[in-house]
């Protein structure tokens, strides 16, 4: 199993970036798939990026492409997602989530959730 924590929401502004951390417990965690998925409110959870356990492969929505960067160490049990020129679209609650295999874009193949951070953007 594996405990997941997310930080580093908070508010900032159109234009602006945000570095979103998720911490992990447990010896496994290399050997997971790691993702970041978000919801809004009033909508559905949406997967934004997601990374195999290498680092070496790495997903994104349309919606984040070119402005979000996933990225992991392993040595450090950690997933991070970068986020540039956010919109105030963007606004969610940001979960990071584990699961095995390949990076599913659907968030109910995630096996292991964090409790979320809110990350608000302002026009």
């Known amino acids: 199993q594996v405990q997941l924590v997310e930080s580093g929401g908070g508010l900032v502004q159109a234009g602006g970036s945000l570095r979103l951390s998720c911490a992990a417990s447990?010896?496994?965690?290399?050997?997971?798939?790691m993702a970041w998925v978000r919801q809004a409110p009033g909508k559905e959870r949406e997967f934004v990026a997601g990374i195999r356990w290498s680092g070496a492969n790495t997903y994104y929505a349309d919606s984040v492409k070119g402005r979000f960067t996933i990225s992991r160490d392993n040595a450090k049990n950690t997933v991070y997602l970068q986020m540039n020129s956010l919109k105030p679209e963007d606004t969610a609650v940001y979960y990071c989530?584990?699961?095995?295999?390949?990076?599913?874009?659907?968030?109910?193949?995630?096996?292991?959730w964090g409790q979320g951070t809110q990350v608000t953007v302002s026009s």
């Open positions: 447990g010896r496994t965690f290399s050997s997971y798939t």
């Open positions: 989530a584990a699961g095995s295999g390949v990076v599913y874009t659907r968030p109910l193949e995630y096996n292991y």
